[in-house]
């Protein structure tokens, strides 16, 4: 066993995991302050200067928060249900590359925690997984219109996830693997087209992938024009409207922490993570997020919210058909490139 | 104890533990959250015996797809009127108990005193991995020698989605199903309603300046005066339904 | 017993499709019979991939890959039988479903 | 006898009945606290699945017996009251009961003063409107409307606020006229809102008009033909939106509206869209009529009516004539006296047809005050547009139809 190397690979992946969750308390704060920029208002600005610690204060809030437990609820699903979803949401930022391989105090230190074969497959597998979550907490509270809330927010969590991963199918078949490293490495060699030094961005060979990808992921972490659940706890009630306190905050901030994670991964997919015009290097990751971020936040202020069935006719009879013709196309290209056609 | 023996058995174990979990559970939901617990761990002994794919499909298809489905069916119905737990004949379940345990029995004896027969094949894992990985030595071997099998489930796959449409197609909701036909009343002020029926108001004859606002792709009337328009109500399409 | 060894992962498949077939013959409950074919299923697919790996052929695989398309397709008619079954007698028993008998 | 408390019975929160062997209908309660249902209206849903099968508002839970204290208060001391009905739009409401009085009494405010009324009654229709805008996009999940159209509705606030001292329970009219003078820098100020504005408006539109998902949430939803609007009763834009022509200012002009040039927007499909159209269209129509008052006001002459019993005397005449002091002692112990009859006036308030309509028995206290308001009205089509609707719909309709619950229950 070599030590050094397991070592390492911990150290890093500790800092990635505490990196994520620190990103996520201060998405809060970030989607907070644009929000109320966007609507002509200041927005959190008296705890600590320019309100930096309010994160820290709605944490403390929501500790103080009495958790109650409804009376019938099934009591050991109820109390499992948020954990589930908070704990799976940063998992997928382990197959993320955040940079090359750089050597540390003479140790050869790869910045990936993980270069697993079918790493998108396995964010998919836990987008898959996040839906217990919804579905175990809007059943364990026992109360008719949460566990329906719960089923219709399932049901768009499952119809979305199915266009995101066939959007992502146009991306597999240009770089030919499934692997986010081997994918960042395929988008760094630029194109010369004409002349031109272009970046080869799966942004530019996929646009189609990407709207695709970009709208399933909203719909996927139940953001902006489709949070049909959380408007929905006004009609039906959503998942977690019998949750308080910290129970809350779990499932409040597992779906920052997916958009955090979502953001990381379409800049990885389509925006050519680490790889900028100057200098290669983790901000260049940051700053690609970070426009993704925007855009959700951007979204939740100007844009509707879209009623359930047209939510899922948009799914069933727009999105998909788009992505099956997306892999169709990007196929025929692929094997015109390869001059087999 | 290799350590990676060590993880398979603890996987299996857990994975035995919660499918018999899912056999005694009193509450269908509970049996559920055990079958996820055991398919988790299973494709945790898949990325054990190398097939990575196998796993991330599993856990997609079994635990993100069908168990959910499974989960929504069993909310569906209504949970609390669910029959009492084991409501089968005792003597049934005795007999089953040892019908199993003897099948168990002979199972393990064939396990125990095989002889492996058939050299081993191309696929060694170096070979996996010179092609790049499980997925892509899965795809190589998959279409090139499997590529019929793949048509015939893609049309399996197809008639269960439409058997599955078929069967859970709802009864149509009585809806607006009346015509809102009332007789319409003529407009000078709503005084009296001598609107001769089958009569079909239409736009009225608009004045060229009167039409305005191009809002979207529908136009609103600008009446100019009290008495504009009054012959007969401004009207799109009848709304039938 | 230190080396990984094909009797391993057999006992394994083994154990889960004795209980599944178990649960199927025990229990009353539709669905709960359903989630034990998905586990005898899952049990098939086990010793696939265990022989896969034992023989360094990939046709274990591919088979479980079927296996697992097939179970997918299964799941979704049978519980729109299911569903339509519970609409229309207001149970999941399986003792009521005698219809077609007699 | 026994004064046996019965034990209340429980409100029916939801039960399902089971309407045909395959289908169970789900009855669902929404409100009274209910983030948008624009106050305490509650509604009673029955469900088939997805598709709502009935729907009955309940009401009454701001219910005050606002006529009933009308007969129990002098003329000019129920004033303050109309404020409270509409809370949105308080200056129409004053407006609606200080005109028909001075038609009951057969007087009618100096020029200046009638000018300054239509131009506060068309400001608290854009105050209105605007709160209209902002909830109703905010139930459809436009978050920032809300907030756009509470900025500009500040600027009137304050407008309302230099003039009569309150920016919501505004009690600016009386009867004969206004007895305090104009601020000096309230014209300007008004036309600074009136220059911003129309912009602002071009904003919202935008946001909203042309947006796929609004065109989606409200195309098609909440149809009204214009036979069973007028059936009905409706009034206002939820009439107008479905193409039928009845202005108040137009069919009865009151005031000056007959002197003023505005149109009045007509829908052609009467769906929710349709009259977010209309009242996009009402508002730039006030602002024209708002200016066109500006030009046309007499900068000087009274604001009040002079000598009549039926008026309160201007304080400064008060303390130095003896037969004013006098007239104000009786005014304000005895108030006056209006003829015997009875009386009804209707004015267009942002929701609608407001009316007013007293019957007096010659005594200083009104014998019978009742109030038409609008919004009452119109929330009876709420039930007739949610058949057939889908759950996520019902919010979008209370919204077109616009209700203010403190003027349903009065």
Redesign the interface.
């Known amino acids: 066993m070599n030590w050094a190397a397991f070592l390492s690979n911990y150290i890093f992946a500790f800092i990635v995991l505490n990196v994520m969750l620190g990103l996520m308390a201060y998405m809060t704060y970030f989607e907070r302050k644009v929000?109320a920029a966007?609507?002509?208002?200041v927005g959190p600005k008296r705890t600590g200067p320019f309100g930096l610690l309010q994160p820290i204060a709605d944490g403390i809030k929501l500790l103080a928060k009495e958790d109650i437990v409804p009376k019938n609820a099934?009591r050991l699903?109820f109390l499992v249900a948020p954990l589930l979803s908070f704990v799976l949401a940063p998992l997928s930022a382990a197959v993320i590359p955040f940079g090359g391989t750089v050597t540390v105090f003479g140790q050869e230190v790869n910045l990936y925690v993980a270069d697993?074969?079918?790493a998108v497959?396995?964010v998919?597998?836990l987008?898959?997984?996040g839906?217990?979550g919804i579905?175990?907490g809007g059943?364990a509270s026992a109360n008719?219109?949460s566990?329906l809330g719960a089923?219709r927010s399932?049901?768009q969590v499952?119809s979305y996830?199915i266009v995101l991963?066939l959007s992502l199918v146009g991306v597999f078949i240009l770089s030919?693997?499934?692997?986010l490293v081997q994918i960042l490495e395929a988008q760094q060699q630029p194109l010369s087209f004409g002349g031109v030094q272009v970046p080869n961005w799966y942004i530019l060979s996929q646009p189609l992938g990407f709207v695709l990808f970009l709208i399933a992921a909203v719909a996927e972490t139940n953001r902006a024009?489709f949070?049909?659940p959380e408007?929905?706890s006004?009609?039906?009630g959503g998942f977690h409207t019998e949750y308080s306190g910290f129970r809350f905050s779990f499932f409040f901030l597992a779906e920052y922490i997916n958009m955090i994670a979502v953001s990381l991964l379409a800049a990885t997919l389509f925006l050519g993570g680490t790889d900028g015009p100057i200098a290669d290097g983790v901000w260049w990751l940051a700053a690609k997020a970070a426009l993704f971020l925007f855009f959700y936040i951007w979204l939740?202020?100007?844009?509707?919210?879209?009623?359930?069935?047209?939510l899922m006719g948009l799914a069933w009879k727009v999105l998909l058909p788009l992505a099956l013709i997306n892999i169709a196309l990007t196929g025929l290209i692929r094997l015109w490139g390869l001059g087999l056609l | 104890m290799s350590a990676e023996v060590l993880v398979f058995d603890i996987l299996g174990a857990i994975a035995v533990l919660a499918a018999a979990g899912v056999v005694l559970a009193r509450n269908p939901v509970h049996s559920a959250l055990a079958l996820v617990v055991s398919f988790v761990n299973v494709a945790a002994i898949y990325v054990i015996l190398r097939a990575e794919f196998l796993a991330a499909a599993q856990i997609i298809v079994y635990t993100g797809a069908i168990l959910v489905l499974v989960l929504f069916v069993i909310m569906l119905v209504d949970p609390d009127n669910l029959p009492e737990f084991h409501g089968g004949r005792p003597v049934q379940r005795l007999l089953a108990l040892i019908l199993g345990l003897a099948l168990l029995g002979e199972v393990m004896a064939a396990i125990l005193t095989r002889t492996i027969v058939g050299q081993p094949g191309p696929w060694s894992p170096q070979a996996v991995a010179a092609v790049g990985g499980n997925t892509q030595a899965l795809g190589r071997v998959l279409y090139s020698g499997y590529v019929l099998p793949i048509q015939v489930t893609a049309v399996l796959l197809l008639a269960a989605t439409i058997g599955a449409l078929v069967l859970a197609r709802p009864d149509t909701p009585r809806v607006r199903a009346l015509v809102r036909d009332t007789a319409t009343i003529s407009l000078a002020h709503p005084r009296g309603s001598e609107m001769a029926n089958g009569v079909e108001p239409a736009l009225p004859a608009l004045a060229a300046g009167q039409l305005k606002l191009e809002a979207g792709e529908r136009t609103l009337v600008m009446a100019k005066s009290g008495d504009d328009f009054l012959d007969q109500p401004v009207w799109g399409e009848r709304h039938q339904s | 017993m230190s080396e990984l060894t094909a009797t391993h992962f057999l006992t394994l498949s083994a154990a889960l499709f004795i209980i599944g077939m178990l649960g199927v013959l025990i229990r009353r409950n539709v669905l709960v019979i359903f989630m034990c074919i998905e586990l005898m299923f899952n049990a098939v697919n086990v010793s696939f991939i265990g022989f896969a790996w034992e023989q360094h052929s990939l046709v274990g695989q591919t088979f479980a890959l079927f296996i697992i398309a097939v179970a997918a397709a299964e799941a979704v008619v049978g519980l729109g039988i299911i569903m339509a079954l519970s609409r229309r007698l207001d149970t999941v028993d399986i003792d009521q479903v005698h219809e077609l008998r007699e | 006898m026994s004064l046996e408390i019965t034990e209340p019975t429980p409100v029916i929160i939801s039960e399902e009945r089971q309407v045909s062997d395959t289908r169970r209908e789900l009855v669902l309660n929404m409100g009274p606290q209910h983030p948008s249902t624009h106050g305490v209206l509650r509604v009673r849903l029955t469900l088939e699945g997805e598709t709502i099968t009935g729907c009955d508002p309940v009401i009454g839970y701001l219910h005050r017996g606002v006529e009933k204290l009308g007969e129990s208060k002098r003329y000019a001391q129920f004033v303050p009251w109309t404020d409270r009905t509409d809370y949105v739009a308080a200056p129409s409401n004053n407006l609606g009961y200080v005109l028909t009085v001075e038609k009951l009494l057969g007087i009618e405010a100096p020029e200046r003063a009638q000018y300054w009324r239509m131009i506060m009654a068309e400001l608290a229709r854009l105050a209105s409107h605007l709160v209209w805008l902002g909830t109703h996009a905010l139930d459809i999940g436009a978050l920032s409307m809300s907030l756009y159209c509470f900025r500009e509705r500040e600027m009137i606030l304050d407008i309302f606020e230099k003039f009569c001292g309150a920016r919501l329970t505004t009690n600016m009219m009386e009867i004969g006229g206004f007895s305090r003078p104009i601020p000096p820098d309230l014209p300007d100020m008004i036309r600074d809102f009136l220059a911003v504005f129309p912009k602002r408006q071009r904003e919202y539109e935008d946001m909203l008009s042309a947006n796929p998902i609004w065109l989606a949430r409200t195309r098609g939803v909440g149809v009204i033909e214009p036979d069973v609007a007028i059936n009905y009763g409706l009034t206002g834009a939820c009439l107008r939106g479905s193409g039928v022509n009845y202005d108040v200012r137009k069919a009865q002009p009151y005031l000056f509206y007959d002197r003023v040039d505005f149109e009045v927007p007509l829908g052609t499909h009467g769906d929710v869209y349709d009259r977010y159209l209309v009242r996009m269209e009402e508002m730039r129509q006030s602002l024209k009529i708002i200016q066109q008052c500006l030009d046309q006001v007499p900068t000087d002459g009274p604001l009040k009516l002079a000598e009549s019993n039926y008026v309160i005397p201007p304080h400064d005449t008060v303390l130095t004539t003896a037969e004013d002091m006098q007239r104000h002692f009786i005014w304000v112990i005895k108030g006056f006296s209006p003829p015997k009859g009875e009386v009804y006036l209707a004015i267009e308030h942002s929701k609608g047809e407001l009316g007013h309509y007293i019957v007096s028995d010659g005594s200083p206290i009104p014998y019978r005050l009742r109030i038409r308001t609008p919004d009452f009205v119109n929330l009876q089509s709420l039930p007739y547009m949610a058949e057939g609707a889908m759950l996520a719909d019902v919010v979008a309709l209370i919204g077109t139809i616009d209700i203010v619950l403190g003027s349903v229950d009065r």
Do not use: K
């Open positions: 929000l966007m609507q002509d208002r099934d699903v697993i074969n079918v497959l396995y998919l597998a987008g898959g997984m839906v217990y579905i175990l059943y008719r219109y566990l089923l399932a049901a499952i996830e991963g030919g693997t499934l692997s024009p949070d049909l408007a929905e006004e009609l039906i939740r202020t100007t844009l509707p919210r879209f009623r359930y069935d047209q």
